[in-house]
């Protein structure tokens, strides 16, 4: 079997496109070698040998070791270095590399091929022998934190203990004679440890560095990260082997991460750090400040360290071309990681650069511009649900700020919050509905937990490219790095601020991720604007989908909501949450309760022109689009008192003794009320509600067409119909009653009448109940119930489990279960067209707002989705995706 792919020397067995076998990593340097880019020569082992290293007891297919000697030497070959000795040692990086990018969680190991011998070799050939001995303490360092398991905190102390006794601040004050020395007091660490000593022998380093690699697929990290990201266990990580090429090779020689444009912004313009004389992660673990990549970059950051442009012109010319090359190669914005060995360019890294929404819209839309990419492409660019970040508040410009510190502006939007020092108050704050503000000296891997539940981090190290910045914009949350005026005190657990400000546990603070500010309590925000770049991609979303998107609204300010959303109707109104506002309750106890239909109806009465108002309200502010309206559908009793105390407030205020109120709210309970006297079932047996109902809605249609100009496009709704019986017996009732506001007011309201499809049996019967439904409308939340007999409101109690479990992958209320209730829908879909073949059909569950379920609505061919207006941008591009 072929587990080894070659790249180095201007070619590679690899390309891009093999991500699935090669690792991302592995298939991006092989792409980057084929097309000529200095890339250090190396080999890929595949993905597949992980799952065999797992599945044969940690151990590594037999004829894989061959296929890496033969590998190496190639790479001897083309660096003219020989591995494990000779005068020209040639060093290599044992690299992790997965399918799906997963920043951090895994395991490198840099250096690999230094001993005692070797060590000499090197710094001879070089002519620096305190580079050789810096790479050797860095390489024993890692070896024996990821191969031998020994923390690698245990060493900084070490270091930090030498550099106390020379009375150095940084690493690169260390001579060549001192790494030495710190080298020594390594080795006999590990023996103190471990009891047994460094290994010396570059092969045996090199079995047990792959192994290792591989092992750290299934570190608590990595597989906390994949169950998050959905990442699936099977796919194992790619090892890549590397010839080194050092940054630490002095002042000539350097190492950075950049992005092809901004990752915050969008704006096309290089953007990245490095750091002189240093090696591997050094940048991202803010051991010193990095320095900014360009001199745009270090004016903006008012930095005083020069910028590579400056420093290195001839390795920054060269790396800026390589980046437009690679951005017009792969037609997108990337993030790369490069190394200047001597004044010469390595490229070590691409990838795909992970940004905010905001800057992945500005991307799209000037690729477009700049002809890279087509207008469909751009719409397939935004991640829908991404779209939430754009409606993230932002702080109100009109307040005084008190600003109590400041950073950078690691990932925008501002949020409010209590601070917690720790990941686990974070996860534990969130569970119990508390907002907070994750506060760190910096983060790691092992804080991503906490990072998902904080609603913002400040951390007080670290540059735009460290592990807070990057995970942050990930997650689209606020992010404010390097702080460095502000002092976390683990200890004491509190947050100094500047001027003196002193914050403890439980403190309000803000964050302002687009200017890099802290400041001092809660901070009025305001909604941003969804113009500009934003505009235009929602524009090209709405030109290419099929479907239109309409919204469930029940109020007023939902309606409008929606409609500066992009909402084209009313898709659901609920026409109960009306009658819980103000007194409104008070009188529709009153017709609950009544004894008689003289009683109901005087109650009704008071309740007509509310109603009026309410629907005239919506229709003004559709405009002539459609609204949908469903009759009365809850369970009575849910409008009912609850408490003793309650029942007698409202027995008081409707003159009647609470012993009989008691009594008929007892006669009025259910067992199991979801599946009682609710939907259709009040209408047919209460008639005068739905006649009520009825009227408001005409009367109100016949008002806003006056006003408007425009009559609206009415639909109503009955809901959980299961027989074409119930149908028809409410649907006379309602052409009645449009008859008689006809006579009254001599104006013609059009309307359609139809059923929400939410029970099994309508989904089977639907080419019968088509005989008088005149539009579909699928209530996937109920369907959803209905069809696995599984209540919505106790699911949370075992779905978790049944994820956990594997018995399900995607709890079925928040993506549609395609397989059973998705398969309702398209046959009743079917059998009502077979019927009715201009039956309207469209959905009005939560999964009108998924992406996944609109999907599939768009493959049943449904006419449109209604979902809640916040989420009505997300419905709008992914309904064009669907459509592309
Ligand atoms: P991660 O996936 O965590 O980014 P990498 O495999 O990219 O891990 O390695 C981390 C860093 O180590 C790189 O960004 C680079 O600075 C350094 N590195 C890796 N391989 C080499 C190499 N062949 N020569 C020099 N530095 C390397
Ligand atoms: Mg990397
Ligand atoms: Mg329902």
Excluded at 276 to 296: C, F, H, K, L, M
Excluded at 480 to 503: H, Y
Excluded at 523 to 539: C, E, N, R, W
Aim: with cysteine; glycine share 8%.
């Amino acid at each position: 079997l072929k587990w080894v792919y070659r790249f180095g020397g201007g070619e590679a067995e690899g390309r891009a496109a093999d991500s699935a076998r090669l690792g991302g990593k592995g298939a991006n340097l092989a792409e980057m070698a084929s097309l000529g880019l200095p890339v250090p020569p190396g080999l890929t082992i595949i993905c597949d040998a992980c799952t065999h290293y797992f599945n044969n007891g940690r151990t590594l297919p037999e004829d894989l070791k061959q296929q890496v000697l033969d590998g190496i030497t190639a790479m001897e070959a083309i660096t003219g270095r020989k591995f494990g000795g000779g005068a020209t040692p040639l060093l290599l990086s044992v690299r992790s590399g997965a399918r799906a990018s997963m920043p951090g969680m895994m395991d490198t190991v840099l250096n690999l091929g230094l001993n005692d011998e070797t060590v000499q070799a090197l710094g001879h050939d070089a002519g620096d022998a305190r580079f050789a001995w810096d790479s050797y303490r860095r390489f024993i360092q890692m070896y024996a934190d990821v191969v031998m398991g020994l923390d690698h905190e245990i060493f900084e102390e070490i270091l930090e203990d030498e550099k106390a006794r020379l009375g150095h601040e940084y690493d690169t004050e260390l001579s060549a004679v001192d790494w030495q020395h710190v080298v020594s007091l390594y080795k006999q660490m590990i023996e103190d440890e471990l009891g047994e000593d460094f290994p010396q022998d570059p092969y045996l380093q090199l079995w047990r560095a792959i192994s290792a690699v591989f092992a750290s697929w299934m570190n608590p990290r990595a597989k906390t990260f994949r169950t998050l990201h959905r990442i699936p266990e099977e796919w194992g990580t790619a090892v890549n082997v590397q010839a080194m090429v050092f940054g630490n090779l002095g002042t000539s020689s350097a190492t950075g991460v950049a992005f092809t444009r901004n990752p915050s912004t969008g704006e096309n313009a290089l953007y990245g750090e490095f750091l002189v004389n240093a090696q591997g992660e050094d940048v991202v673990a803010g051991i010193r400040t990095p320095q900014s990549i360009t001199e745009e970059g270090r004016l903006a950051s008012g930095s005083e360290k020069p910028s590579l442009e400056k420093l290195m012109p001839d390795a920054f010319a060269e790396f800026r071309a390589t980046c437009l090359r690679l951005e017009s190669h792969y037609r997108d914005m990337q993030d790369v990681e490069f190394t200047i060995e001597r004044g010469k360019l390595w490229m070590l890294q691409t990838r795909s650069g992970k940004r905010t929404t905001k800057a992945a819209m500005k991307i799209a839309v000037d690729m477009v511009d700049e002809g890279v990419i087509t207008e469909p492409e751009a719409v397939c660019r935004i991640d829908p649900p991404s779209l939430d970040q754009l409606m993230h508040p932002t702080i109100d410009p009109r307040v005084e700020r008190q600003i109590v510190g400041s950073g950078l502006p690691a990932s925008p939007g501002a949020a409010t919050g209590e601070i917690v020092f720790t990941a686990e108050e974070a996860v534990a704050a969130e569970e119990e509905g508390r907002k907070v503000i994750l506060v760190r000296i910096e983060t790691s891997p092992e804080d991503i937990h906490g990072m998902h539940a904080a609603e913002a981090i400040l951390t007080t190290r670290g540059g735009m490219t460290s592990h807070a910045a990057v995970v942050a914009r990930g997650m689209g949350i606020p992010c404010v790095v390097g702080a460095g005026s502000m002092r976390v005190d683990m200890r004491n657990e509190t947050l100094l601020g500047i001027g003196g400000a002193v914050f403890r546990r439980g403190d309000i603070i803000t964050i302002d991720g687009s200017s890099g500010q802290v400041l001092k309590g809660a901070v009025p925000m305001i909604q941003p604007a969804l113009s500009g770049d934003f505009g235009k991609l929602m524009a090209w979303a709405d030109k290419t989908r099929r479907m239109t998107v309409r919204t469930n609204a029940d109020t007023p300010q939902d309606a409008r909501a929606a409609r500066s959303f992009g909402a084209e109707g009313i898709g659901l109104c609920r026409t109960e949450h009306m009658f819980f506002e103000g007194d409104r309750i008070h009188i529709m106890r009153e017709m609950i309760l009544a004894e008689d239909e003289k009683a109901r109806r005087a109650a009704l009465a008071k309740l007509l022109p509310m109603q009026r108002s309410d629907f005239t309200e919506l229709f003004e502010i559709m405009h002539g689009l459609p609204v949908t309206i469903r009759l009365l559908d809850p369970p009575l009793h849910e409008f009912l008192p609850k408490t003793e105390a309650e029942i007698d407030d409202v027995a008081r205020a409707m003159a009647m003794p609470p012993a009989f109120l008691a009594r008929r709210i007892d006669a009025l309970h259910e067992f199991n009320p979801m599946l009682g006297h609710r939907g259709c079932r009040l209408a047919i047996s209460y008639p005068e509600i739905a006649e009520m109902q009825a009227r408001a809605i005409f009367e109100a249609a016949v008002a806003a067409a006056k006003k408007t100009g425009e009559p609206v496009e009415l639909e109503i709704l009955v809901p959980l119909v299961s027989l074409r019986s119930e149908l028809d017996y409410v649907k006379t009732v309602i052409d009645q009653v449009a008859a008689e506001v006809l006579g009254e007011t001599g104006v013609t309201i059009a309307y359609l009448s139809g059923t929400m499809i939410e029970l099994p049996r309508a989904a089977i019967r639907a080419h019968v109940i088509a005989e008088t439904a005149e539009f579909f409308s699928f209530g996937t939340n109920d369907l959803t119930q209905t069809t696995f007999g599984m209540s919505r409101d106790d699911a949370a109690s075992f779905i978790p489990t049944y994820q956990r479990k594997g018995i399900i992958e995607h709890d079925p209320f928040v993506s549609l279960d395609f397989d059973g209730v998705g398969e309702l829908i398209q046959l009743a879909a079917e059998r009502g067209r077979k019927t009715r073949p201009d039956l309207k059909l469209g959905i009005c569950g939560e999964h009108g707002g998924d992406p996944a379920s609109i999907r599939f609505c768009e493959n049943a061919d449904l006419d449109y989705v209604s979902c809640s207006p916040f989420r009505v941008p997300i419905a709008r591009l992914a309904a064009a995706q669907a459509a592309i």
